[in-house]
């Protein structure tokens, strides 16, 4: 909300502080000023000049050659206003100027072949009004040769300051002056009311009538009679256009002087448009149909409160009004509408029809239902004292129920026992006697506030103890430099992750972060998806089942900026409903795991001089999961499973698993998929459950006494039919030898047309060894020789090379 | 005789050691002349059988030939070692190595991970919770009411009436209490989501480092204390910092942490908005309403929380000026940390 510093001073002392320290202090009590303009700053190389003479340009027809004099010499200045005529008093930028609008600055210039020493200022050049159709012509009477600030009374700071949900006082010129004056202990003033009526009584003109009374505790009317609509002098369309309002006529600018005033809205009615001159308040029993005054047909929910007059709706209630009551030039008699909403009725109604205004904003963050009377007689005295109307004898005051101001109790041990440090009792009652509490009971240690309607934010102790805070300055409470703490344990839930994490870094992988919002096609890949209410696009209206289609995106990416070579992890939740559940209505009803992703395409190693290229295959993929799980020490507790099923998202995979139980799944990803994702090279990937692998026990380390025998190695090669697996051979090779074998390894695989037809070769080492003693060829001799036989015989195997 | 030999002897051996062209061949010389059984000990061994005159004359000479061949062949030996080590030098090593990856963490992690260690090292611990939250949870709990303009100020993705994507990491704030009793010191790191246009200072998913402090005499001086602890280890020991009021429904008070703008020294830049300052977190005491949504005795327990942005804590640090890099994971970008 934007404030002027001028407008501010009618109502509370600070003409003697500085505008930085003004602003300062705003800040640091709670009304940030996010933006300021020191007018007296921004104007100041601006002075009044006169144009003497004006030529037209002689190679640009739009373009001026004037001559200005600046009081001490005449230059020779290029225009391209076309309102621009010799004898005119300008806003004249002199070179050096910086210009507030685009914040650029003045220098000698050459237009078309013509020099130039300056500019002549548009107002919207110097940010005065949109108005950028012609220069600002200035009256007569200003000095030539002087600034600006001066002649022009530009000497306002305009702070633009940003207001928390909680402080709707602070919506207004009076908010925030009563802060002020808090603050800076100065005194404060609500601007005096007294109104010449006349002999028209407002009780025989018009009638309120509140039938909904929870939505509408309070309404307040003025009726001012034989208005005259017309703009509005100078000094009203001044105050509102610095703080960024449109004027529009003297009526509406005199109800949004009065908001930005006191905070309260208000809305004038065409009196002669309500039927039976009436205002009745009630809430809408079906769905409906209204015009707002700016000419759109509003779809109205059921429960919508609105103004309505002895017939019909006539304004949405604290949102905006009705087409058919707006004032217009012939409007003669209006009421003038100054009520208290219930807050959650407005955010309600504006929320549903999707439209915020200056009004509801404020409504639904609560207006002072004790000061409506008072501004609707603030609007019809000013209106009265422009000598535009004449205000009816008399207020319309319906308010059933008084909203009363509350009672809170402050503890002064209590304060000191939040903020960890004892203000002055004395401080403390005068910061809250300032903001406008009243005291109602008063002890040693405790005292009973009266808090004003307007500070609904204030109910409870706490509350008051931040009022205290703030106004003392949070800086002027110590920041302590010691702490003491528990001894109890600590937890870190993150640990296992960061693990997961340092380990797949060392593999050599990078990590990404996805957006876990994708589009559904994605989303349905790998999982049973759920969907977002309110998305912000389809691109991004499920949340992901797994890590895989995010992390396909990204290779994608990475591909079309050439980046072919990809190790890349991401860890992160995702989220599936639970099958056979139609919605989400607990914490039962869907999963929300952590899962863990290797993703690897391109080659593991680039050509080089001295290594040849060689392409990521499955093999790197099961090895690098294989690291990741002997470094978690988890590599005797799972167990693998292999597929090469159609209907998955791989040609082939491999599952580890716990017991039955699945903790990871990956392998080479679909064409068909690659293809949504227009990927063109072979991808692989695995993701890993961290949910479930956090939660298995892993071996324990124990220290092994490094061998103090020798080990003795035995080779051998078999033909074996196509059909053999690696795994079976191995685990067979494990069961037919004595425990002396310790460890087998294939080092050769191949087919041949020599081996014969569905023939392939293994070559296998066999290391024996005892933790004990020296093993003696005998016996080693023995478990090979054995070991052959049983080989030989159960897979019908040829040992090679006997 | 012996001393034909002698001479004999020499004069091959200057015959053989002028055809030696390596090591190899050098060391073919030195087994027949100088090794145990070479010729020259073998004169050695016949020089017993001389009689005693010629001993003294035949030893002298045989010496000089040792003392002789021995020269010959040590220099010999030493320029033969010399080329030998120039051969050494063939070796290109200008030629490119093949470098091993060692991946890296996202920059979004390391910073986190920097925050982490910090707190860490302060004594809280670290409690992760749910992305797919209640809305009791995200709001209620936290003295949010129903269809107040405070749930404006962070626009929410729903799932339905009761479940939303988390706005905020403060409803973990809310399940620690619900499963302990006090003290709770802990920090709550995770990955928050708001209905916010993507622009180059806005995403829809960002991350968030929640912190809770709750005990017998928790205050709004160790609050501060203890930010501007974390604060100067990881911005800076000279950092100048300021408590500004704000609002959030689950404090009470409740602050914004300003720190100077270490891109101007506080003059004023288009990072700071020409303010000079830098907003880090917002943080308060904890509600009395939240202890009472959670069986906490307000009027025995108090404490701090606060909250702070990674992604916005990253930008600044790493003088990045659009929050999407982080999540376009461009390999380019991702090699850089
Ligand atoms: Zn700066």
């Known amino acids: 909300m934007k404030v002027s510093l001028n407008w501010l001073k009618d109502y509370v002392d600070i003409g003697n502080i500085s505008i930085p320290e003004i602003i300062h202090k705003l800040t640091m009590s709670g009304l940030e000023v996010e933006d300021s303009i020191d007018e007296a700053e921004l104007y100041k190389d601006f002075i009044v000049g006169y144009v003497k003479d004006k030529k037209k340009h002689p190679n640009a027809d739009k373009l001026s050659i004037c001559t200005v004099n600046t009081g001490t010499e005449d230059l020779q200045v290029i225009c391209g206003a076309p309102n621009v005529e010799a004898g005119q008093k300008i806003v004249f930028a002199p070179i050096g100027t910086i210009i507030p609008n685009g914040k650029f600055k003045i220098n000698k210039a050459k237009i078309r072949g013509v020099e130039s020493f300056g500019m002549i200022c548009s107002e919207a050049e110097l940010e005065l009004s949109n108005d950028h159709s012609g220069i600002m012509i200035l009256k007569q009477e200003v000095n030539i040769g002087k600034s600006i600030v001066k002649e022009l009374g530009l000497d306002d700071a305009i702070l633009e300051i940003a207001i928390t949900p909680n402080r709707s006082d602070a919506l207004s010129h009076i908010g925030v002056a009563r802060d002020l004056a808090s603050i800076f202990d100065k005194g404060f003033h609500l601007p005096e009311i007294s109104i010449q009526e006349s002999t028209h009584k407002v009780k025989e003109l018009a009638s309120v009538e509140i039938i909904d009374k929870i939505n509408c505790p309070r309404y307040s009317a003025k009726v001012v009679q034989n208005v005259t609509i017309k703009e509005s002098p100078e000094w009203l369309k001044k105050r509102l256009t610095k703080i960024g309002l449109r004027p529009i006529n003297n009526i509406v600018d005199v109800t949004n002087f009065v908001m930005y005033e006191l905070g309260q809205p208000l809305h004038a009615f065409d009196l002669d448009k309500l039927e039976g001159q009436k205002i009745v308040v009630r809430s809408t029993e079906a769905e409906s149909v209204f015009t707002t005054l700016d000419s759109k047909e509003r779809k109205l929910p059921k429960g919508t409160l609105m103004i309505c007059d002895g017939e019909k709706p006539v304004a949405i209630a604290g949102v905006m009004g009705g087409e058919n009551s707006e004032i217009n030039n012939s409007t003669k008699n209006i009421l003038i509408e100054s009520a208290h909403f219930n807050p959650s009725s407005i955010r309600r109604t504006s929320k549903a029809l999707g439209l915020s205004t200056e009004a509801s904003y404020r409504f639904e963050r609560w207006v002072d239902p004790s000061a409506t009377l008072l501004a609707a007689e603030r609007a019809a005295q000013l209106i009265a004292n422009l000598g535009d109307g004449e205000v009816a004898h008399g207020a319309l005051d319906c308010y059933p129920e008084k909203i009363k101001e509350k009672e809170v109790l402050l503890r002064f041990d209590r304060v000191s026992k939040i903020l960890g440090y004892q203000i002055p009792k004395e401080k403390i009652i005068q910061i809250l006697k300032k903001l406008g509490l009243k005291i109602v009971f008063e002890s040693e240690k405790e005292y009973r506030f009266l808090v004003p309607t307007y500070r609904p934010d204030l109910e409870r102790e706490i509350d008051l103890i931040e009022e205290i805070a703030r106004i003392y300055g949070y800086d002027n409470i110590p920041t302590i430099s010691k702490i003491s703490i528990s001894l109890g344990e600590k937890i870190d839930e993150s640990a296992f992750e960061d693990t997961i994490r340092d380990h797949s870094c060392s593999l050599g992988f990078y990590e990404m972060v996805n957006n876990p919002l994708q589009k559904e096609q994605f989303a349905s890949l790998t999982g049973n998806k759920i969907q977002i209410l309110n998305p912000q696009s389809l691109d991004m209206a499920f949340l992901r089942t797994s890590l895989i289609p995010g992390a396909l995106g990204v290779i994608a990416q990475n591909l079309n900026v050439g980046e072919k070579d990809l190790r890349l992890f991401e860890i992160g939740n995702v989220f599936n409903q639970n099958f056979g559940k139609e919605e989400i209505k607990s914490f039962d009803d869907f999963t929300e795991v952590q899962k863990h992703i290797f993703i690897l395409t391109g080659r593991i190693n680039e050509k080089m001089w001295n290594t040849a290229e060689k392409p990521v295959d499955f093999y790197d993929l099961k090895g690098f999961v294989n690291s990741l799980i002997i470094k978690i020490s988890l590599d005797n507790v799972l167990n693998d499973s292999y597929y090469h099923n159609e209907d998955s998202i791989f040609d082939f995979y491999f599952t580890k698993n716990y017991d039955k139980e699945e903790v990871g799944i990956g392998g080479k990803v679909k064409k068909e998929v690659l293809k949504q994702f227009d990927i063109q090279q072979d991808v692989y990937c695995f993701e890993l459950d961290l949910t479930k692998l956090k939660k298995i026990k892993a071996n324990p380390k124990k220290f092994v006494e490094p061998l103090k025998y020798p080990k003795s190695i035995r080779d051998f090669a078999f033909i074996f039919d196509n059909y053999v697996t690696y795994e079976e051979v191995i685990k067979f090779i494990k069961k037919s030898s004595s425990e002396l074998l310790k460890s087998v390894k294939l080092f050769d695989l191949f087919e041949s047309e020599s081996l014969g037809k569905n023939k392939k070769s293994m070559a296998f080492s066999l290391e024996y060894f005892s933790e004990e003693r020296t093993l003696t060829e005998e016996e080693i001799e023995k478990d090979f020789n054995n070991l052959i036989e049983a080989v030989t015989k159960n897979f019908s195997a040829i040992l090679r090379g006997a | ?337």
């Open chain 2, 1 to 337: 005789m012996l001393d034909e030999r002698i001479k004999k002897i020499n004069v091959d051996f200057n015959q053989d050691i002028s055809t030696v062209n390596d090591i190899k061949q050098l060391e073919e010389l030195r087994l027949k002349y100088l090794s145990r059984n070479g010729l020259v000990s073998q004169l050695f061994d016949e020089l017993k059988n001389a009689s005693k005159e010629e001993k003294p004359v035949l030893g002298k000479v045989l010496n000089t030939l040792r003392n002789d061949i021995t020269e010959k062949f040590n220099t010999l030996k030493i320029h033969l070692d010399s080329l030998e080590k120039e051969s050494v030098e063939k070796y290109d090593l200008s030629l490119p190595s093949f470098e091993r990856t060692i991946g890296s963490k996202h920059l979004l992690i390391q910073t986190l991970d920097e925050i982490k260690s910090i707190f860490k090292g302060l004594g809280f611990s670290v409690i992760e919770g749910p992305e797919l939250e209640s809305d009791f949870n995200n709001f209620g709990a936290l003295n949010f009411p129903p269809d107040h303009p405070a749930r404006d100020m962070q626009d929410t993705f729903f799932i339905n009436s009761e479940f939303l994507l988390r706005t905020h990491t403060s409803p973990v704030q809310i399940r620690i209490m619900e499963k302990t009793k006090p003290p709770v010191r802990a920090i709550m790191p995770g990955r928050v989501y708001r209905n916010e246009a993507i622009s180059s200072r806005s995403y829809c998913v960002f991350h968030q480092v929640e912190g809770l402090y709750v005990d017998n005499d928790v205050t709004f001086a160790e609050l501060k204390g203890t930010l501007v602890a974390f604060a100067r280890q990881f911005y800076g020991e000279n950092l100048k910092y300021r408590f500004r009021p704000s609002f959030f429904p689950f404090t009470e008070p409740s602050a914004e942490m300003d720190i100077t703008c270490f891109l101007c020294h506080g003059k004023g830049c288009k990072v700071c908005k020409h303010s000079g300052w830098l907003e880090i977190l917002g943080c308060g005491m904890v509600d009395p309403n939240v202890f009472d949504n959670v069986n906490y005795d307000h009027e025995q327990y108090t404490g701090y929380a606060f909250g702070m942005g990674i992604e916005r804590t990253a930008l600044l640090k790493y003088g990045i000026d659009d929050i999407r890099v982080f999540f376009d994971n461009d390999f380019r970008f991702l090699k850089q940390f």
